[in-house]
């Protein structure tokens, strides 16, 4: 039995890992639990798995009454708060960590895991985003399996395990264009955040779902390869695939092309980061070719897609860059769903925070921090003082 701690169990990647979880209970059993404020479904889930540790990050939900209820009702479990909570609790140990915070909040958690657990499921991209160089030496150092279950880095862990890095010529994600892949770029700052959230093909958290409409979560993405699989930038490829059947593809170096297809369900990478290196038989669905029908590949239009250059050129540069990208486009992305700001905004924001921040080339963690901070409060204040 493996005892599995889920960060951001309450998320669409959290609900989806505890899915998995419910269907092999003769192979995992939950050790801890962690949310931010979502008290109502984690008491479901706490009723469900009960763990040994629950952490809530936000204190305002510590101090309702339904948590005060949660900790009498359920006196063996024990109940951490705030950010220092979700960190301890991270730091106990348990086999597998899935980490599945949403965004810069991540990062913390996901480096206290190295300490405590054996295989870290990663699905915190930002975790690489902003801090690659560093963690991927201290898992390694410690050495913590870091299986990823982003699900186009899932499929490209999975094709190339076999292959020697000088076999590989290139990796190609593929995107599927996001919510406004057919919108005319003319009519982009008019976009609403009713319009950019309705995903074609993935059902995800309204951030990845903003991220999938901008192609900045490919960026991420892109940045998130290159750490994972120590591949240069000209090795990584684009390309958008509007059925989303291929989740990514590899190009050895004698010209062929390995394609790993499946459903668009997060359950299969969860299960794979989970199990790997097992396949293992379940129940969620096969893919159907013929339903399927006619499978789709173009080159992406940068005109209505400039984050994901952006990206390509913020981890080409480095150092505290893609740090500053990243806070830069978090805050842009809830000022647009908060309509604060337009869609368009988001990528201005980005671009103007990104020239207004002192570059670091080798940051160590606590520089990746204060950048951080640094480009929050840029960005935050481009927004609100309308200099976007
Ligand atoms: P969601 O927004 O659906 O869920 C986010 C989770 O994080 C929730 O459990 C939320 O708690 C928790 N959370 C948010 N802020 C904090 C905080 N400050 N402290 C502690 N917990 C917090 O996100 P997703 O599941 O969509 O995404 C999670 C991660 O996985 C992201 O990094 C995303 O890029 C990545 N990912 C997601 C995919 C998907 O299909 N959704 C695919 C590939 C990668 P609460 O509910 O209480 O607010
Ligand atoms: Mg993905």
Redesign the pocket.
């Known amino acids: 039995m493996q005892r599995v701690t889920v ?8 609900v989806s890992s505890l899915k998995v979880i419910r269907s092999l209970p003769e192979r995992f059993s939950i050790c801890g639990l ?5 008290l109502k ?2 008491s479901e889930q706490i009723s469900e798995f009960m763990p040994a540790v629950v952490a809530v ?2 204190r305002s939900a510590c101090d309702s009454s339904l948590f005060r209820e949660l900790k009498s009702l359920y006196k063996n479990i024990e109940f951490l708060e705030g ?1 220092s909570g ?1 960190r301890e609790l991270a730091g106990r140990p348990c086999d597998i960590t899935v980490s ?4 810069s ?2 990062l913390v958690p996901s480096i206290a895991a190295l300490d405590s657990c054996k295989r870290l499921a990663l ?4 975790t690489l985003v902003m801090a690659g160089d560093i963690f991927i030496k201290m898992a390694a150092d410690r050495g913590v399996e870091l299986i990823p ?3 186009e880095h899932s499929a490209v862990f999975s094709l190339i395990h076999n292959l020697e890095q000088d076999e590989i010529e290139r990796i190609i994600l593929t995107a599927s264009g996001g919510s406004l892949r057919d919108y005319p770029v003319a009519e982009l700052d008019n976009v609403t955040p009713e319009i950019a959230l309705k995903h074609p093909t ?7 779902t903003i ?1 999938s409409a901008t192609m900045m ?1 490919k960026g991420l993405e892109v940045i998130e390869a290159h750490h994972l699989f120590g591949l240069d930038y000209d090795r990584i490829s684009v390309i958008i695939h509007p059925e989303s059947v291929v989740h990514s593809m590899v190009e050895t170096v004698d010209g062929a092309v390995y394609a790993h297809m499946g459903v668009t369900d ?1 359950v299969f990478p969860i299960m794979g980061a989970l199990t790997w290196p097992e396949k293992t038989r379940n129940s969620f669905g096969r893919l159907d070719l013929a339903k399927a029908g006619s499978l789709n590949f173009r080159a992406h239009d940068n005109e209505k897609y400039p984050a994901l250059d952006m990206c390509y050129a913020a981890g080409r540069k480095g150092g505290n860059v893609p740090v500053v990208l990243n806070a830069a486009n978090e805050i842009a992305v809830y000022a647009f769903l908060d309509r604060k700001s337009g869609y368009m905004d988001i990528v201005r924001t980005v671009e103007k925070t990104m020239a207004r921040v002192a570059y670091i080339a080798n940051p160590g963690i606590e520089e990746i921090f204060e950048s951080h901070r640094e480009a929050v409060d840029t960005a935050l204040s481009l927004i609100r003082e309308k200099k976007i």
């Not at 960060?7 to 959290?14: D, F, K, R």
């Open positions: 960060l951001g169990s309450t998320g669409s990647i959290g962690a949310c931010n404020s979502n479904l984690l990050g936000d950010d979700i599945a915070i949403v965004g909040a991540g699905a915190n991209k930002e279950v982003d699900s993935w059902s995800m958290g309204s951030k990845i991220d979560n997060m």
